[in-house]
């Protein structure tokens, strides 16, 4: 029995810098290039929804039904296993990245819409009335109002995203899953290899959580606690000056 | 200066403006009073452009036009000479007080920062808000923010300020500090278009009032007369519900 341990805590010693590299090297990004063109895309989605432009709104419906409407893995195996036969071939990582940045253009491109309806139009109308156009109300008032609206549910996307790479090990890219099912294969050990996997996939996890608590903090519109400070000290300055001069 | 003839607007089948008459001159404080549902919200809406009038004639010193046919840019410079305060404030969230009266002289007049910066911390004195001048509404209370929402409205000098139900959203014992500056500007010769409930406010400060009631102006003429001796029955009605609600 004790034998049994002494060879779990091996394999999982040995096995932890392997999976960690391959979580560093593929895993972290994969996910962090894919958000990014993700983002990018579901911002144009969805603004063209927003400005009501003709053809293009419907275009976003359309692409939104399509990539929401269907796998993950199945849009992953279109494009590496598919497009080849239009004499179009990716390999698996920049075909993963295309695959997750489409789908996930899908789903913030919602998150992001809905985020800047939210915004009451009330701030679009009193923009107005000071003289700003459209473009100015948009950039200026309506969607960095729109980002803190969209933040949580976009980081939420962020840290599914981080999971969802893990299907990239069906089309041939090496990131931490498969590493894990081949050391899980040759040990026999798939119980322990796994629970250490999940581990580590927890741990990235809770760096995110937590830097999307700091990021909500410093996205609040309060004053800074120095302002604060600054400004009590002038008032009392202020009092002391009134009083010297009486007194 | 500002007016507008045979307005008319609907939405959707229900006709909210049936034809209105209404001119405000330079230097005047006009009252617009009637039940909700009236359409004096819709009327002031429609000269800010908030709303797309359907019929009319609107003037603007020396514009005179059909309403529909005014370009977005002539709408966008008619702006620049109105100020607009809205019954929910509507400050930017996002920016502080000083910033959400400096936005419209730095981004739409494309004034040097500095400059922007003394005009709008001498509106926020005169509306008595200058120690928040770096709080964002969020840390304000609804009195003062409307009093920042004027300031904001009065940074650029324009030639009429329209109001919309100022104070309606705001706690009775909030009213005041936000009535009280408006009777300032009204001393200093403001030019303000009013829809308001203040019956006292209307009587103390408006040159005219007017009275509307389904679409329609009913009665006007100078503030005592409407509010102590009006002429049409429905006004009579009106002034007394509301005398009785303001009892209860």
């Not at chain 2, 405000?24 to 009073?33: K, L, N, S, T, Y």
């Not at chain 2, 004639?57 to 607009?84: A, H, N, P, Q, V």
């Not at chain 2, 019954?87 to 910033?99: D, E, G, H, I, Y």
Request: net charge neutral.
């Amino acid at each position: 029995m004790s034998d049994r341990f002494f060879r779990i805590v091996r394999i999982l010693i040995e096995s932890f810098p392997k999976l960690l590299v391959q979580c560093l090297k593929i895993t972290v990004p994969l996910t962090l290039l894919s958000f990014f063109f993700g983002l990018i895309l579901a911002l144009i989605l969805a603004l063209v929804q927003v400005a009501e432009i003709k053809g293009l709104k419907q275009f976003a419906r359309f692409y939104v039904w399509i990539f929401r409407g269907t796998p993950l893995m199945l849009q992953l195996f279109i494009i590496f296993y598919g497009l080849p036969s239009f004499g179009i071939y990716f390999k698996g990582f920049p075909a993963a990245v295309i695959a997750f940045s489409l789908n996930l253009a899908a789903y913030n491109s919602e998150i992001i819409r809905s985020a800047i309806q939210a915004v009451p139009i009330g701030q679009t109308e009193a923009g107005y009335m000071i003289g700003l156009n459209y473009f100015q109300v948009m950039t200026r008032i309506v969607l960095p109002q729109a980002a803190r609206i969209a933040f949580p549910p976009l980081f939420s996307s962020l840290i599914g995203m981080t999971k969802d790479t893990s299907l990239a090990s069906s089309i041939t890219v090496i990131e931490m899953m498969s590493v894990a099912k081949r050391i899980a294969a040759v040990y026999y050990e798939p119980f322990w290899m796994y629970m250490e996997t999940g581990f580590i996939y927890l741990m990235i996890c809770t760096v995110l959580t937590r830097l999307q608590s700091d990021f909500e903090r410093k996205l609040e519109w309060k004053q800074p606690v120095e302002v604060k400070e600054a400004m009590d000290r002038v008032e009392a300055d202020n009092l002391a000056h009134k009083f010297r001069w009486k007194g | 200066m500002l007016g507008v003839k045979n307005l008319h607007k609907s939405f959707g089948s229900n006709q909210v403006l049936k034809g209105i008459d209404f001119n405000v001159d330079e230097g005047e404080v006009i009252a617009i009073i009637g039940s909700s549902g009236s359409g004096k919200t819709t009327l002031l809406r429609c000269m800010a452009f908030l709303e797309q009038a359907d019929d009319g004639i609107y003037t603007f010193d020396d514009l005179s036009k059909d309403i529909r046919t005014i370009s977005r840019k002539e709408i966008k410079e008619l702006r620049m000479k109105m100020g607009f305060v809205f019954q929910s404030f509507n400050l930017f969230r996002n920016k502080t007080a000083l910033q959400n009266v400096m936005e419209g002289l730095i981004v739409a007049r494309k004034m040097d920062r500095e400059q922007a910066r003394q005009i709008s911390m001498a509106m926020l004195e005169k509306v008595g808000m200058t120690d928040r001048a770096n709080y964002y509404p969020d840390q304000l209370s609804g009195g003062q923010q409307q009093r920042v929402a004027i300031a904001r409205a009065l940074a650029a000098s324009p030639e009429v300020i329209l109001f919309d139900e100022p104070t309606s959203a705001l706690d009775p014992e909030l009213t005041g500090e936000v009535l009280d500056v408006m009777v300032k500007l009204a001393e200093e010769g403001t030019t303000m278009v009013i829809v308001t409930h203040e019956m006292e406010f209307a009587r103390n400060v408006a040159d005219r009032v007017i009275f509307m009631e389904n679409g329609v102006v009913v009665e006007e003429g100078p503030a005592q007369e409407i509010l102590s001796n009006p002429k049409e029955e429905a006004t009579r009605r009106f002034l007394r519900r509301i005398l009785r609600n303001e009892e209860e």
